[in-house]
């Protein structure tokens, strides 16, 4: 069954990075991107962009750019996020999330906080 | 930038009642790339419709999408239990996909 299984939540300062990994499993990666989607608490859905597993290209909301890395390992299986310059509210739960969106990881809480 | 718009922000039913969201994009959507998410608390979003109207794999036919262009409908023909929750609509077919602001149906 497909499955994608992110990394445990941070806890980071102002100004640091973050990189979340999203494993993947039951399905053949490099057939399908991988979307980045957060949360903020009690709000709702925000799009971060996305990396084809394929060919690593990338498309990323322009609100992020400069700030976000999206890269995948393809002898593991393994999609990351890397967040950069993080502030306050940038603290959500970050979601991978496949292709057309059917198969979401569990989540991951990134906790910004001096 | 595609902005989605849903309504009503809460709509309180009861089991059994049928539910009807809307979701209206600031333009057109393309090829109707327009999906609908369930979510509730502590839980990832769950797709239940693709392309505005093809449920997702595993979702019960009580549920339905129509709609084209810029005004979609989901519809619970008959709200159980498990239902209430909060919906979301997205376009994904122009970037940067976009999420509507949601829908919570909560039990009356």
């Known amino acids: 069954q497909v499955q994608l299984v992110q990394s445990g939540a941070e806890v980071k300062k102002p100004g640091a990075s973050v990189k979340v990994s999203c494993k993947a499993s039951?399905?053949?990666?490099?057939?399908?991107?991988i979307n980045w989607v957060r949360q903020a608490p009690g709000q709702g859905l925000e799009w971060m962009g996305w990396?084809?597993?394929?060919?690593?290209?990338?498309n990323h909301a322009q609100k992020f750019q400069g700030r976000v890395l999206m890269t995948t390992d393809t002898s593991t299986s393994i999609a990351y996020m890397e967040l950069r310059s993080l502030r306050s509210d940038d603290t959500a739960v970050y979601y991978c999330t496949r292709d057309r969106f059917d198969y979401w990881g569990q989540g991951t809480l990134v906790t910004v906080s001096s | 930038e595609i902005v989605l718009s849903q309504s009503p922000g809460t709509l309180s039913l009861s089991p059994g009642e049928r539910a009807t969201l809307s979701c209206r994009a600031s333009q057109s959507v393309r090829s109707n790339y327009l999906a609908w998410y369930q979510q509730k608390p502590g839980q990832a979003p769950r797709l239940l419709i693709y392309g505005a109207s093809s449920r997702a794999t595993g979702i019960p036919d009580s549920f339905s999408g129509s709609g084209s262009g810029t005004d979609f409908t989901l519809t619970i023909s008959r709200l159980e239990p498990e239902d209430f929750a909060v919906y979301y609509c997205?376009?994904?077919?122009?970037?940067?996909?976009?999420f509507g602001p949601g829908t919570k149906v909560d039990i009356k």
């Open positions: 990396i084809s597993a394929y060919n690593g290209n990338t």
């Open positions: 997205q376009q994904y077919g122009s970037s940067p996909y976009t």
């Open positions: 039951g399905y053949t990666f490099t057939n399908y991107a």
